[in-house]
């Protein structure tokens, strides 16, 4: 909670210059920061990740509790005319989700932590608008590729002995929007971003007919991701 108030506090500060640039006839900032071929920059941001299971058998659902994790990681940017952009934004990305399975009378076996560190490396393609005074809104999209170095997916052990699993290697496609506003000194962007796991990310228990595992099908990450950026 405390990270969402510091947030909310920070993009105030910022937002009240940056409204100040729809003004009728603002001052033009930054005028020629998107002629480079390339452009560089780092971005901060949150995230919240959840599960999409897929049931053998119709069942009592695993019920994920949801966290905010945290998002840092850098850009370069390729520009390909006025309004196209290839990005390059690999980052660190850490998430905690909690999983309550059905069945369990005990709250050690019902309950199991899964947290993820993602080495997050996206390829995207940014469709800008044309540029309005000091500010530009965006769509972006594109695919990336994520290791979880908490995926546990080499571990022997598994639920019956404690441990999640899943698969290191992940596969996803990305789609959001957002707004460029160009301050005095540099430009700054808010954007939402929904993330979703093409590839299954479970790795089953030893025993097929794990209470755990033993009825899902496969499971897939979705997350949302709140941005920052700052070039």
């Known amino acids: 909670m405390k990270k969402i108030v510091v947030a909310l506090i920070v993009l105030t500060c910022l937002s009240q210059s940056a409204m100040a640039q729809f003004n009728e006839d603002p001052i033009i900032n930054l005028e020629n920061e998107d002629e480079p071929l390339l452009n560089w920059g780092y971005f901060l941001g949150f995230n919240q990740y959840d599960f999409k299971f897929d049931y053998k058998n119709d069942a009592k659902h695993i019920l994920v509790d949801k966290s905010f994790g945290f998002n840092v990681g850098l850009i370069g940017e390729l520009r390909i005319n006025e309004f196209l952009d290839v990005r390059l934004e690999p980052g660190l990305l850490y998430n905690s989700r909690t999983l309550g399975f059905p069945g369990f009378t005990e709250e050690s076996d019902a309950i199991r932590e899964v947290k993820s560190t993602y080495i997050n490396f996206p390829l995207l393609l940014k469709a800008s608008a044309k540029r309005l005074g000091n500010w530009k809104p965006f769509l972006i999209g594109g695919a990336s590729i994520s290791m979880n170095l908490g ?46 796991a093409i590839s299954d990310e479970l790795v089953p228990d030893n025993d097929p007919d794990s209470p755990w595992t033993g009825n899902l099908a496969g499971m897939r990450t979705r997350g949302l991701f709140i941005n920052f950026t700052f070039e």
């Not at 992940?170 to 979703?196: A, C, H, M, Q, W």
Request: charged share 25%; proline share 2%.
């Open 151 to 196: 995926s546990n997916e080499d571990s022997l052990d598994d639920n019956s002995a404690g441990t999640f699993r899943m698969k290191k290697m992940v596969y996803n496609y990305e789609l959001g929007f957002g707004i460029d506003f160009y301050l005095e000194y540099f430009k700054f962007t808010p954007s939402i971003r929904g993330v979703f």
